[in-house]
Structure formats: C-alpha cells, structure tokens
C-alpha cells in the first residue's frame, strides 16, 4: 500500500461518516411494522433521531425499545392518519423534522362494482390526504432552515395495473405526481423529494393473503419478492447525502419487469 492511501476498513468508516444523520429528526409514518420499521431502524442505525409513528402503541413501544437497544434514538407517537385533525396533530408532536417519510398505507381489494363510499375514502384519506397534510404542515418550515428530504412510498400498482386493486393504484399514481410537483415547489429552498416505488414485499401486511407476494415476486426479472429491508436500503439512499443531486425521481425498487416474449 502506498502512503496516502487508506485501506478498506478505513475507506468504509469515511463512507459512513459521510452517511451520518446525526443531529438530524426523522419522522416516520407506519413505522411500527414491515418497511415503516425496517425504514425507521436503518436511519436510527445513522444516528438520526426517528419518530416513529403508528396506531398500536404496544408495537409502537417495542419498536423504539428495539432502536434504543441499538444505541438509537427514538419516540412514539400515535395517529390516526384517516384522520385530517390526527395528522396535523403528528405533525405539531414531531415537531420540527428534517427527514419526512410517508410510508403508512392501506391496500384492500375490490373491484370497482364492490367498492363502496367507505371502501374508496379509506385509500384516499390515508394513502394520498395524510402525505398531503404531512408535507403541508412539516415542509414549509424545512424550506425556512434551508434544507430536508421527503421520500414518499409508491408501487408498482401506481404504473401496472392491478387487478381489484384499482383505488390503491390511483391513490400511489397521485402520490408520485405530487412528488414531481413538491420536487419543484420546495427543490430551490434545499428541501429534495423523491419517491420509492416498490415491488411486492414480505411484511406482516402481506401475509395476510398466502401466496400473493411469492406469486407476484415471480413476475420479476428476480423471480422473488423483496424483503422489508431491500425497500428500506432505497429510501435510506434518498435521504442519505450521495443522493444530494436526485429530487423528483421516482426510484423502482420492483425487482424489474420481466420482458415480453412472443
């Protein structure tokens, strides 16, 4: 090895240094289960301190007793984001944040005869008002300080069409939409936005319907769904400093497509 240059030990302790969220708040939405969690355990590991949001404070207590036991910095706050009045309320308790991530959603199927009022208002409040409202009340104050991240939560659904699952797919088109429109309004005061569109992923909410995630996971160019961690590492990329220059892009996290074949 010549002088000057640093082996790859000390080359990996720059590349976290250079990683590092110390003194930097993250708030988290859904961040008590699946990729919320994983999200709020991987910026947790970077010194960030993590708001983590959720309905359950038992999971909610045992997630920041997880990032604690770690060495990270965490606190719970409880919401109901169907709710316009409890997300501005999250907002108020987190407090000023430099990290926003709109992970919380729901995804319930039924075609478009079988989808009633309450069946459509529930994708829309919580999948499109609550990351609306959140950037609404969280953002303005980021572009003051002159700096901050918001990485929203999109899908496949938002670019494929899936079968009873067209009110969710609407809901994740729009919320990509308005990243390209916030990437714009907040972009020249230093605030960067960007969206994760994942593929099918192993959580807890998936495993309610056996089977779904392993068969659309066979529908990529991997020929497997993605673990809660893989969608995590995407996002945890979008805050992190070395995506400095991204704002407004749309990162696929789906395992690719598969090509057409005659």
């Given amino acids: 090895m010549l002088d000057g240059e640093s082996t790859s030990e000390e080359r990996w302790e720059e590349i976290l240094m250079a990683a590092s969220l110390e003194g930097s708040t993250a708030l988290v939405t859904g961040a008590t289960a699946g990729i919320g969690r994983a999200i709020a355990s991987q910026l947790a590991a970077l010194d960030a301190e993590v708001v983590v949001h959720g309905r359950s404070a038992q999971r909610g207590a045992q997630t920041v007793q997880e990032?604690?036991?770690?060495?990270?910095?965490?606190?719970?706050?409880s919401a109901d984001l169907s709710d316009p009045d409890e997300t501005r309320r999250l907002a108020a308790e987190a407090g000023p944040v430099?990290?926003?991530?709109?992970?919380?959603?729901?995804?319930k199927f039924a075609g478009t005869a079988e989808t009633d009022d309450a069946f459509f208002d529930e994708h829309v409040n919580l999948n499109l008002r609550a990351p609306y409202i959140l950037v609404q009340q969280l953002v303005p104050a980021m572009s003051e300080r002159g700096h901050g991240v918001v990485v929203n939560l999109s899908s496949i659904a938002a670019a494929i069409p899936a079968r009873t699952g067209g009110i969710y797919g609407a809901t994740k088109a729009a919320v990509e939409l308005l990243t390209r429109v916030w990437a714009d309004e907040f972009g020249r005061s230093g605030v960067r936005v960007n969206a994760v569109q994942a593929g099918p992923t192993e959580t807890p909410g998936t495993a309610v319907t056996p089977g779904l995630t392993d068969g659309l996971g066979q529908l990529t160019t991997l020929g497997r769904a993605a673990a809660a961690d893989e969608i995590a590492n995407a996002v945890v990329f979008l805050v992190s400093p070395a995506a400095s220059?991204?704002?407004g892009a749309i990162l696929q996290a789906n395992g690719g497509q598969v090509a057409i074949a005659p």
């Fill in 67 to 77: 990032i604690q036991d770690a060495g990270g910095k965490a606190r719970f706050v």
């Fill in 245 to 247: 220059y991204i704002n």
């Fill in 98 to 107: 430099d990290i926003l991530i709109n992970n919380a959603g729901v995804y």
